[in-house]
């Protein structure tokens, strides 16, 4: 069997997922019939991916071109789940680099291509949007290959073809086309692939062995492994033994070998030499473990990850509305769900917290912890979350923070809004660059502590216009600290049903989070003071009525709708002294210490 092996890395939003679509559906991978046909992001099965228009977790199809099989690895292309990127390229002998006509390589773009080349993967380029409206597909051209140069370990790494695409069309050429509606395909990129993409270096005679990249699990048939076979066979029933790099673990049998077709997994016999595999039967594996044939003495290296940057404290949920809303609410039962994300989310760091009180949950950033509380909520659980806070080193003896690049391309009307908020957080100007049609592209340098909230911030400041992407440069020595951004709180002093008679006297002093007839508890914040200090308030005072026009008052009350956040936005907003209640019906912030008295306790 002839077998390619190509990860598909990129950006976000430059066209992945998309692509794949069309690679499983112009091979007929699918029957004419099947849904799938007429499906957009078909790998991004996951409900958040879907919502969110991203990709999150690194997936692996398969199609067949000609007499070649190419097993397609799809990546994140947010810096957030970079993780995901680096324990799976092991997999690939080649990679399709996919880079916007328009808005050129981006600093995912700079990450994924360091790491594809780090691990000596054979290169393809793709541009593509060539039909966008602002492409500038020569000046892209030139910054890919300033990329290559800045990145190349040798010669060979320069040497990588380059075709042209309307991925959203299923169209690739290999030169630029002169006319874009004209029929096309995706034949040149499977041609291409096919010539590019070394066949996977394996010894066929040797014993088995696999490093496992990917768990998979159904309710049917347990746990899978999913891995490359580096050497050697493996068929049903075969026992094989559990290594972590050169510490055997235990041995187990192997049940069901699968491999990739589409979305399905289809059992053989016994497996092909450098195919992407499922293995059932090891119910115990993890990630960067290997499995081997029992002759051998030893396993790969484990993989390595590049280490989180971002932590945040996830406790069983103390609000008075503990229980009412969530399925799971219990410490046992967080510490359970947190043990199985571990094994999946190698990017993300969990431990017991040193008070004894909660887990430390770390990560690459807002994104990356923000997308797992919402798949716990989804699942039914409930609970408290703290502030996101830097994870910061002492380096050389001297206190360090991450730093990132941050990279903005935005309406050169909006550089000036950019340039104002970006000086508030103490950020450096690295470049600025403003091209023909009026689009500013500003990088800059600031470290991951200052750079919190700055998305959502800038977001509605700039009307939800422009591209923001970072990429983390390293721990520096603590920069400057910026002065408090956030106005103060708007702090419910009685536990009880808001009304709009209440609501109408909180609303002259700032915005509320809550609208009339909703349930509340003292300590929670109702709203956002129009001043910088902290104000109680009472949200669910009676007018008391003496007549039925009296009443009916109410009625004629005129609110303004209170301000919805989402859950990356709440986590952006509370302080150090503040929590986020978080359940599968409800996001509520509150601060730590409930009652008045305790906040003054604590805060002596």
């Given at each position: 069997m002839n077998i390619?092996?190509?990860?598909?890395?990129?950006?976000?939003?430059?066209?992945?997922?998309?692509?794949?679509?069309?690679?499983?559906?112009?091979?007929?991978?699918?029957?004419?019939?099947?849904?799938?046909?007429t499906q957009t992001t078909i790998l991004d099965s996951n409900d958040q991916e879907r919502e969110r228009g991203i990709t999150i977790l690194a997936k692996t199809t398969a199609v067949n071109f000609n007499d070649t099989k190419i097993n397609i690895i799809d990546t994140p292309g947010h810096a957030d789940f970079s993780g995901e990127v680096e324990r799976v390229l092991n997999m690939a002998d080649g990679a399709l680099l996919i880079v916007d006509a328009a808005e050129g390589p981006l600093p995912q773009t700079r990450f994924v291509l360091e790491k594809a080349l780090q691990s000596k993967l054979k290169m393809m380029v793709l541009i593509n949007k060539i039909d966008r409206s602002d492409a500038e597909i020569e000046r892209v051209e030139h910054q890919i290959e300033d990329l290559f140069l800045q990145l190349a370990e040798n010669d060979d790494d320069l040497s990588f073809p380059v075709l042209y695409g309307i991925a959203r069309q299923g169209k690739v050429w290999t030169s630029i086309p002169e006319d874009l509606n004209a029929p096309a395909d995706l034949t040149?990129?499977?041609?291409?692939?096919?010539?590019?993409?070394?066949e996977?270096?394996?010894?066929?005679?040797?014993?088995?062995?696999?490093?496992?990249t990917n768990i998979d699990y159904d309710s049917y048939k347990g746990v899978y492994a999913i891995g490359k076979v580096s050497q050697g066979v493996v068929k049903p029933g075969q026992k094989l033994a559990v290594f972590e790099h050169e510490k055997l673990l235990s041995f187990a049998n192997v049940k069901e070998v699968c491999t990739s077709i589409g979305l399905d997994r289809i059992n053989v016999d016994v497996s092909a030499p450098g195919d992407i595999i499922s293995l059932t039967g090891i119910d115990q594996i993890q990630i960067g473990q290997t499995l081997t044939d029992p002759s051998v003495t030893s396993g790969y290296p484990t993989?390595?990850?590049?280490?989180?940057?971002?932590?945040?404290?996830?406790?069983?949920?103390?609000?008075?509305?503990?229980g009412k809303e969530g399925e799971f609410s219990t410490i046992r039962q967080?510490?359970?769900?947190?043990?199985?994300?571990?094994?999946?989310?190698?990017?993300?760091?969990i431990e017991p917290n040193q008070s004894g009180h909660g887990f430390n949950v770390s990560g690459r950033g807002e994104l990356h912890l923000s997308v797992l509380i919402e798949?716990?909520?989804?699942?039914?659980?409930?609970m408290e979350v703290s502030k996101p806070q830097v994870i910061l080193k002492t380096i050389d003896s001297v206190q360090s923070e991450p730093v990132e690049e941050l990279t903005i391309e935005i309406d050169n009307t909006f550089a000036g809004v950019i340039t104002e908020e970006m000086g508030k957080r103490k950020a450096e100007m690295l470049d600025s660059l403003v091209n023909q049609k009026g689009i500013v592209r500003m990088v800059f340098k600031i470290s991951s502590r200052n750079l919190l909230g700055?998305?959502?911030?800038?977001?509605?400041?700039?009307?939800?216009?422009?591209?923001?992407?970072s990429r983390f440069l390293g721990y520096f020595p603590m920069m400057g600290t910026i002065s408090r951004i956030r106005d103060g709180v708007l702090i419910a002093s009685d536990t009880g049903v808001t009304t709009s008679y209440a609501l109408e006297s909180v609303q002259t002093h700032g915005s509320t989070f809550v609208g009339p007839g909703m349930n509340i508890y003292e300590g929670m914040l109702v709203g956002q003071n129009n001043r910088q200090e902290d104000m109680e308030v009472n949200a669910c005072k009676i007018k008391k009525s003496t007549n039925m026009r009296a009443a009916s008052a109410d009625m004629m009350i005129q609110l303004a709708p209170p301000v919805d956040m989402s859950l990356e936005q709440c986590l952006n907003f509370i302080a150090d002294d503040e929590l986020l209640e978080v359940t599968p019906k409800s996001l509520r912030m509150r601060k730590k210490y409930l009652t008045k008295?305790?906040?003054v306790k604590h805060s002596r």
């Open positions: 390619r092996n190509i990860a598909i890395i990129a950006h976000v939003d430059h066209g992945k997922t998309t692509l794949v679509d069309f690679m499983l559906k112009q091979t007929h991978t699918f029957r004419y019939n099947q849904a799938e046909m040149p990129l499977f041609e291409t692939i096919v010539n590019t993409v070394p996977p270096r394996t010894a066929a005679q040797e014993p088995f062995k696999m490093l496992v993989i390595k990850i590049s280490e989180p940057t971002l932590t945040i404290t996830i406790n069983a949920n103390t609000s008075p509305f503990t967080l510490e359970e769900r947190l043990k199985r994300e571990k094994k999946t989310n190698l990017g993300m760091k798949e716990m909520r989804r699942e039914g659980y409930e700055f998305r959502s911030n800038i977001l509605t400041k700039t009307k939800g216009n422009g591209i923001f992407a008295d305790a906040r």
